[in-house]
């Protein structure tokens, strides 16, 4: 049998070769096995911690998403938050550009929306004061994120780390301001900013209080998408930035500069991450902590990811992991396990995700059946 | 000046240096390699609950058989855990950066997720899957880990500063010697150096790539998953809190790394150091002002403004010696060239 199988020119037993040009149907294909595949491992997760049949857990887990109109709605309301920070960093990772500072995007966004609604928030009508938030959040959140992008134009600074920082220094910003417009005094948090006035709350559209409250930041998100897929896909900014990120070499050849793509693109980025903040603080939350971000920085990178910086598709991704996080905490409460299991379950879809870009990249190529033994 | 404070105040730097120096010198033994892994935190995270998992497991049963836990066993049990868990993550991490060939970053902020969800899920719902014993708590493993050297710590001032510690804050500080020697005497050692700068040539010397890739990326997240041990019974004592201070320690270990320059033995000072920014807030008294509480947070920034500053002064320096290595977070594929 062994003298068989020994053959005079020994091949692997596996090989790899780089695949070229697979149908755009087919790599989706791919990706939604592997996506099923998660969500059977998923389901086999939750199984052996609460015995519980998984269909039931996902019926449950969909109970808890989408189970009232309410809910339906802040599920969509969630949903565009995140899709909002997603929209931001996608043009920043097209690039290559890390930019995982999106939380402290989100913040900075946010503490300059909560001192508009606070300082300005009875004193000018509503719509102006809506003006100068969306403007002033912009702003900041593009000054945050420009700033790494300074220092990786002028001196090629790691700006993965670079932007990890200013996270950090955003939170604690984000804390000095906490302290200081506390209320009550001595609570640490601010609590609900103007909860009689509504001054500079985004306003509510239409008359069900169960769903009125949530059109606005819904909608501004999806005006947002288009305008984002449009930019990445039909535009000349959009064509520079997907350069830049394959080849930086091949954009300076071609005459671009690149520093300037860079410092623009780290704008747009950093500014439509300062929107959310502004949509999370004057349209969702009403108030401002550290926590407004919560991990929606990071979240928001895997929703760009597994789009491939596709506007539309990050719609149903952000959905995806919504669903997964109000499911969750709805199979926590229900069988008293704590909701983290929704972090678990993102990781694992991006695990297999991840691993699925491989054979949408690459070939298998098995050894051949040595003839005499078949 | 006063005197107690200042020891006080080191002794709480140690402590916090302890945990991220193996974070550090975990991530430099990775990075050497090539491999950018963001996943720091997660491995960490892993290392944390799985060392308390193990312990509560094994304290809990001996409480259930009515005999006193083995302090030696304790040690052991928790140790092997975090390692293996830490050891598990990089696993994760080099299958599918270095054989399937995904992208570092962004299976590295994927592991950080995985690791921290894991980790908050097993620590919040341990003791409801237990059986509701109340809080978990690992006092017997923690107090064997805190046990210091008989004798010496009492000498005064002098050893509260230097022997007031468990065993792990020894040891992290002798791995980062080890390490340094290992980088910079041995031929392995040189020649993951080699494949972290340039693994095309490496190859084609006759070092196997993804072996090195693999083992270092192993390797380095078990050194990491200690960071998440000691964390967890000295820094915690014993307990376990949902509230992502580990994370922050994580994300500070890597920042570590670029402070060090890629070089474990500044990573015993630098820690430290940052150990001292850290709780710097809580210490201002020693230079003559107490802070209000809403400054607090201004200095809380101290370390993440350090680690900026050094990050922006070696890109601008550029000195050779100071720089990461080449092929840092970029995949090798053989046939790519």
Known sequence: MSAAVTTKTKEPFLRIAKREGLNPWKAWGIRGIALICALLLCALFVFALTKLNPLDVYSSMAKGAFGTTRRIWITLQDTAILLCVALGLAPAFKMKFWNIGGEGQILVGGITTAACMIYLGDLLPLWLNIIIMVVASSLSGALWGLIPALFKAKWNTNETLFTLMMNYIAIQLTAFFVSKWENPFGSNSVGIINPDTKGGWLPEIGSNRMVSPYVLPVAIVLILTVCMFFYLRNSKHGYEISIVGDSENTARYAGMNVKKIVLR?????????????????????????????????????????????????????????????????????????????????????????????????????????????? | MNIDSLIQWIQSAIIFGTVIMYGCCGEILTEKSGNLNLGIPGTMYLGGIASLAGAFFYENACTQAGIEPNAILCILIAFVCAFGAGALGGLIFSFLTTTLRANQNVTGLTLTIFGAGIA?????????????????????????????????????????????????????????????????????????????????????????????????????????????????????????????????????????????????????????????????????????????????????????LATMFVLILTSIRKKKENQPPANLGLPYFREER
């Open chain 1, 265 to 374: 693109t780290m704008l747009i980025s950093g500014g439509i991450c300062g929107i959310a903040g502004f949509i999370n603080v004057a349209g969702a939350s009403h108030t401002i902590s550290t926590n407004i971000a919560g991990g929606r920085g990071f979240t928001a990178i895997i929703v760009a990811w597994l789009a491939k910086f596709n506007a539309f598709v990050m719609i149903f991704v952000s959905l995806l992991l919504i669903f997964l996080e109000k499911g969750a905490s709805q199979i926590a409460s229900d069988h008293g396990l704590n909701n983290e299991a929704s972090e678990i379950m993102k990781g694992i879809i991006l695990f297999f995700v991840l691993a699925s870009e491989f054979f949408i990249n690459y070939r298998l190529i098995f050894r051949k059946k040595d003839k005499k033994e078949a």
């Open chain 2, 120 to 304: 908050n899920f097993f620590g919040g719902s341990l003791n409801k899957l237990a059986g509701g014993v109340g809080q978990i708590s690992i006092s017997s493993t923690s107090e064997a880990f805190r046990t210091t050297v008989p004798f010496l710590d009492k000498m005064g001032s002098f050893g509260k500063l230097f022997f007031s510690y468990g065993f792990l804050a020894y040891l992290a500080v002798i791995i980062a010697i080890l390490m340094a020697i290992f980088l910079k005497r041995s031929r392995a050692g040189l020649n993951l150096r080699a494949v972290g700068e340039n693994p095309a040539t490496a190859d084609a010397a006759g070092i196997n790539v993804t072996k090195y890739k693999y083992l270092s990326t192993c390797i380095g997240c078990g050194i990491a998953g200690l960071g998440g041990l000691y964390y967890v019974v000295d820094f915690t004592k014993g307990t376990w809190a949902n509230d992502g201070t580990i994370e922050t320690l994580g994300w500070l270990a890597v920042a570590l790394v670029i402070f060090t320059t890629w070089k474990p033995l500044n990573a015993i000072w630098g820690s430290y150091l940052f150990g001292m920014l850290y709780w710097m807030y809580l210490y201002t008294g020693l230079f003559g002002f107490t802070l209000t509480r809403s400054f607090q947070p201004i200095f809380k920034m101290l370390p993440y």
